[in-house]
């Protein structure tokens, strides 16, 4: 992945903003109507970002976001929990992020996977895998 930021448009770009958006936890769809665009637009935004970040998933993306310290439209965030993540979920969310065959790494069913990142995203207060990039690199998980 890029570690500069010359992969994202200007703050005011329909990429950008859609990227910020999706980063507050709000689905394609509820993007789309925010920006006034379809959801099939919104979803070549981001694709589009992925590729200029050198991104593969969503989480990532997310990631990409945080380290380079993308600001975010004045809209409510998920506060940091109080309990942290044990290690295995900190391997996991490493695990995620390098875009891993996690369930072969660890030996279990792509649905014991799911059921463990929906569990961290709850931990997290995330609604989507690109929340759960950015709030995990800003906490310091990843």
């Not at 070549?44 to 993306?61: C, E, H, N, S, Y």
């Not at 439209?73 to 044990?86: F, K, N, R, S, Y």
């Amino acid at each position: 992945m890029r570690q500069d930021k010359g992969w994202l448009p200007g703050p005011d770009a329909r990429p950008t903003r859609a990227l910020a958006l999706l980063i507050t936890g709000l689905t394609d769809d509820a993007v789309a109507r925010r920006l006034a665009v379809s959801r099939r637009t919104v979803q070549r935004a981001v694709r589009d970002l992925m590729d200029a970040a050198g991104a593969r998933t969503r989480m990532q993306l997310g990631h990409h976001a945080a380290c380079i310290g993308l600001p975010l439209p004045d809209l409510p965030l998920a506060v940091e929990p109080q309990d942290q993540p044990a290690p295995a979920d900190l391997r996991l969310l490493a695990l995620l992020l390098q875009d891993a065959r996690v369930d072969r790494e660890l030996g279990v069913s792509p649905r014991s996977v799911e059921r463990e990142v929906r569990r961290l995203m709850t931990l997290a207060g995330a609604k989507s895998r690109v929340q759960l990039g950015w709030l995990a690199t800003r906490w310091g998980w990843l």
